[in-house]
């Protein structure tokens, strides 16, 4: 039987049939660029890592250099709510950064520097300020001697301060004291439990004067507190440390002391369990639940961990990679030059990657989203994330804003031309026996 001419309804039939995205099953694409922003310049003669830090749920993002007055504050869509230079007799330093987790306001310390790598002491430059979301000053709080790491317990709202002199001070939301405690070193940073409970400070060791210029070498470097000041124990590593807690605050991990190890601690203090690597542990994160540990190791491996510090699964790489494990602790992200990889840590399996553009700088977790932010040398991005079975997912919705592709994606462009295409052939096909 001979087919009839095509006529313009059945034409336009093919051709919408031909470019009607129609789900896929099996494509799964981990991360989402949800959005990204320039950095603003700052002054950054040393092309320092930028160092971000987030609210429950992404609410607020604020962002510093080390060595630097500046800080930025955005929202959770990235747009910038306010920024500021500090000010003092001499130019000061963000030494660190605290956003409320609610997301009201952030917590800022600041301190002079000295010569020498040192600090200026005895100051009413000194301080720690509270900002509300807009910019606002609410108060000051003058530590005099230089104040280097905060924390906010997210149960009470009581913001804490570490010093110079190992003063740990803990404050209201107004800005009145309500606690202090005198610790045996410079408070560094702190890890909080979300729940309050559980602070860990760490301290400055001292141990590389002691063993090169014969200084004193402080008595413990790790101290353990509850959420009202109380320390419940001490420990010394004898080097510098990265914290780690779990969300009850039951699981503290603690990588560094004078070999890179990693260390595992009740809340009271006490070691349950030491682990070695090949090379030294460089940087730590772990799962909200505590079941989930990451280490990377200067020789770029990075280890998955349980919570008993057996082995899961280990990743070959190149050192100075950035990692983060998602708050479900079923996924790692590893921040490498121009992309960031997410791995299943129960198989090792690579879910996927995404580009970044340029080098990875910092990753982090955004709590209780399942999401991460990360930032290059030129910008911020936030990556919402799908793990887990396939999914079905149109073919012609997975193109990527902003130029940041999430997986190789038929452009719509090529698939109209297509279907144009195989339109003209049948055309001519059906009608060359006319």
Request: net charge negative; hydrophobic share 40%; proline share 7%.
């Amino acid at each position: 039987m001979m087919l009839g001419k095509i006529t313009p309804f059945f034409f336009f039939f093919i051709l919408a049939f031909l470019i009607t995205p129609f789900p896929v099953m099996g494509l799964e694409y981990p991360l989402h660029p949800a959005w990204e922003v320039p950095l603003v310049p700052s002054d950054n003669p040393a092309n320092l890592s930028p160092v971000l830090h987030v609210a429950e749920e992404g609410r607020l993002i604020s962002l510093n250099y080390p060595y630097s007055p500046d800080f930025f504050v955005y929202d959770g869509n990235g747009s910038l709510l306010f920024n500021k230079t500090l000010t003092a007799e001499k130019i000061p330093w963000v030494s660190s950064i605290t956003p409320v987790p609610d997301g009201t306001g952030i917590v800022i310390t600041q301190l002079v520097p000295g010569c020498c790598h040192g600090s200026v002491s005895n100051t009413t430059s000194n301080k720690v300020t509270f900002y509300d979301r807009s910019g606002r000053i609410v108060w000051d709080y003058v530590t005099y001697q230089p104040p280097l790491a905060s924390a906010v317990l997210p149960n009470t709202g009581d913001i804490v301060v570490g010093t110079e002199d190992g003063r740990i001070i803990g404050l209201d939301r107004n800005g009145s004291v309500r606690w202090t405690t005198v610790v045996d070193a410079p408070v560094l940073s702190f890890a909080a439990s979300a729940d309050g409970s559980t602070l860990v400070a760490a301290g400055d060791s001292n141990y590389d004067s002691w063993i090169h210029y014969g200084e004193r070498l402080s008595p413990y470097d790790l101290f353990f507190l509850d959420g009202t000041g109380s320390v419940l124990g001490k420990y010394q590593t004898r080097g510098q440390n990265t914290v780690a807690v779990s969300r009850n605050g039951s699981v503290i991990a603690v990588i560094g002391g004078r070999f890179g190890n990693l260390m595992m601690f009740n809340r009271t203090g006490t070691m349950t369990g030491e682990r070695s690597f090949p090379g030294a542990g460089t940087a730590l994160d772990i799962s909200d639940d505590g079941t989930r540990l990451v280490v990377e190791t200067s020789e770029g491996r990075v280890y998955a961990l349980d919570g008993k510090m057996q082995e899961i699964v280990s990743l070959p790489g190149e050192p100075g990679q950035r990692i983060a494990v998602s708050d479900t602790g079923d996924v790692l992200a590893r921040g490498g030059n121009w992309n960031i990889t997410l791995y299943r840590i129960a198989t090792g399996e690579n879910l996927g990657t995404v580009q970044a553009g340029s080098g990875v700088r910092f990753i982090s977790a955004v709590p209780g989203t399942g999401s991460f932010v990360i930032s290059t040398g030129q910008k911020m991005s936030f990556f919402t994330m799908t793990t887990g079975k396939p999914y079905q997912e149109s073919v012609r919705d997975t193109a990527s804003p902003a130029g940041l592709p999430v997986t190789s994606t038929p452009f719509p462009e090529v698939v109209v031309i297509t279907a144009l295409g195989v339109c003209s052939i049948l055309h001519r096909v059906v009608n060359k026996g006319k």
